[in-house]
């Protein structure tokens, strides 16, 4: 199984003096059971050959992406396949711009576009350079999609500038390392189940009651979950959005057929991440024709769905239970009363008053509210809340269970 596969990490070399450090934390990782491959800028090459990489890693040395020599074992997707960390150390103000844009002009920016890897990124420069607006835009913009950054410390730098740019310790960007290694398989193993988007009630064979729900969070969970070893069953309602990679998909309409899809499965999954918005209710009947204008009902009369979340807490064995509240008001006490009411281990909470927030946006601001209290987060992006929901689900979980 995975976990007796070595680790391999790739570290970027870019083109800044602290490119000499690079051999430092090569040896570092090595030092710490991480096969390491090494991935230079033609830039790079000016401060350090790849023959230093390559003696250190006994490896070959990725430079380019017109290799001469047809056999060469490089090259940009075998290298963002292979990764199970992609470190960029030291990383230049224009490789964070190049990445943040999409560029992949050279091995190392394709490599970056390719892999499903983890990013983790340590800047050096100039300290004006770091502090530019588009460089700081270019670090948010990556750090929105998930990119980790070991800020750059400050001090005298090579320039003779003295402010914040000089690369981060090696050992600093080694832990990190190791901690992105850890966290990209601590979910192997085991089996989780999310639901997502909102439901669709049928009035009659055109209309429908149904809500807001991008299924976004969901789906950035799922995905987030199945890159972290899981294996992952997404079972959502109506959404525009694309299968997210490895997870097995099951659309659905109602709350009904969503009610039925996660009870088949119940049994076999570790843990449960309902981030769906289920309609509460659906119309009694459902016409089986269009209603016509003229012959408009006063009223459409409503019975209850069953409470998915609910259902499974008052489960005799019950796997590992997230659920969400989306509140108007009150939005910690009701979350508390969810935690109760529906015996979660976790309730993930946000305010959906503000128009700016939760349905259909990219960002959020949740609080996670367990029985041990509520810890409110930043504003962050959906990708970095899906991270934040993961680490919580793999401690609840207690680790990896890799056979
Ligand atoms: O009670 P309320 O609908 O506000 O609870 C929200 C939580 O319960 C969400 O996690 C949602 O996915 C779940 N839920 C459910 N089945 C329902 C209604 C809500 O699983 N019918």
């Known amino acids: 199984m995975s976990g007796e596969r070595t680790t391999t990490v790739l570290v970027g070399v870019t083109g800044g003096i602290a490119a000499y450090k690079s051999c430092e934390l090569v040896r570092a990782l090595m030092k710490r059971g991480y096969r390491v491959k090494v991935v230079m800028t033609d830039?790079?090459?000016?401060?350090?050959?790849?023959?230093?990489?390559?003696?250190?890693?006994?490896?070959?040395v990725a430079a380019s992406l017109w290799e001469d020599d047809p056999s060469a074992p490089v090259h940009h997707i075998s290298l963002?396949?292979?990764?199970?960390?992609?470190?960029?150390?030291?990383?230049?103000?224009?490789?964070?711009?190049?990445?943040?844009?999409g560029r992949a002009d050279d091995l190392l920016t394709t490599a970056a576009l390719a892999t499903e890897a983890p990013i983790v990124m340590a800047p050096a420069m100039n300290v004006h350079m770091w502090r530019d607006e588009a460089t700081q835009e270019n670090v948010d913009r990556l750090r929105d999609r998930g990119v980790v950054f070991v800020e750059p410390e400050s001090g005298e730098l090579a320039c003779g500038d003295v402010g914040e740019?000089?690369?981060?310790?090696?050992?600093?960007?080694?832990?990190?390392?190791?901690?992105?290694?850890?966290?990209?398989?601590?979910?192997?193993?085991?089996?989780?189940?999310?639901?997502?988007?909102?439901?669709?009630?049928?009035?009659?064979?055109v209309r429908y009651i149904g809500?807001?729900?991008?299924?976004?969070?969901?789906?950035?969970?799922?995905?987030?979950?199945a890159r972290r070893g899981a294996r992952v069953t997404l079972v959502t309602g109506p959404t525009h959005l694309a299968d997210p990679f490895g997870v097995e998909v099951v659309?659905?309409?109602?709350?009904?057929?969503?009610?039925?899809?996660?009870?088949?499965?119940?049994?076999?999954?570790?843990?449960?991440?309902?981030?769906?918005?289920?309609?509460?209710?659906?119309?009694?009947?459902?016409?089986?024709?269009?209603?016509k204008k003229t012959a408009a009902p006063e009223a459409i009369a409503l019975v209850r769905n069953p409470d998915i979340l609910a259902e499974l807490g008052a489960r005799q064995e019950r796997p590992v239970l997230v659920g969400f509240a989306a509140e108007t008001s009150d939005v910690e006490s009701?979350?508390?009363?969810?935690?109760e009411a529906k015996r979660c281990d976790l309730v993930v909470a946000n305010d959906v008053s503000d128009p700016a927030l939760g349905f259909g946006t990219d960002a959020n601001r949740v609080a996670f509210v367990t029985r041990d209290g509520v810890e409110w987060l930043p504003m962050l992006s959906k990708r970095v809340i899906a991270?934040?929901?993961?680490?919580?689900?793999?401690?609840l979980l207690g680790g990896a269970d890799v056979e």
């Not at 899809?261 to 659906?282: G, K, L, P, Q, T």
């Not at 991270?387 to 401690?395: G, M, P, S």
């Open 165 to 205: 740019g000089r690369l981060a310790p090696v050992e600093a960007i080694a832990e990190a390392v190791m901690a992105e290694a850890e966290r990209a398989q601590d979910l192997a193993g085991r089996h989780i189940l999310v639901t997502a988007g909102g439901t669709q009630e049928p009035i009659d064979p």
């Open 251 to 291: 659309r659905v309409q109602t709350a009904l057929q969503m009610h039925a899809a996660v009870m088949e499965r119940a049994e076999d999954v570790d843990a449960v991440v309902a981030s769906a918005a289920v309609a509460d209710f659906r119309p009694a009947e459902v016409a089986r024709g269009k209603i």
């Open 43 to 60: 830039a790079a090459t000016r401060f350090v050959t790849p023959l230093t990489f390559r003696t250190l890693t006994n490896e070959p």
């Open 334 to 339: 009701n979350a508390r009363h969810k935690l």
């Open 80 to 101: 963002a396949e292979e990764a199970d960390v992609f470190v960029i150390a030291p990383c230049t103000a224009n490789v964070i711009a190049k990445i943040a844009q």
């Open 387 to 395: 991270r934040e929901i993961a680490d919580r689900l793999a401690r």
């Open 211 to 225: 809500n807001r729900s991008s299924g976004k969070t969901g789906f950035a969970i799922a995905d987030e979950a």
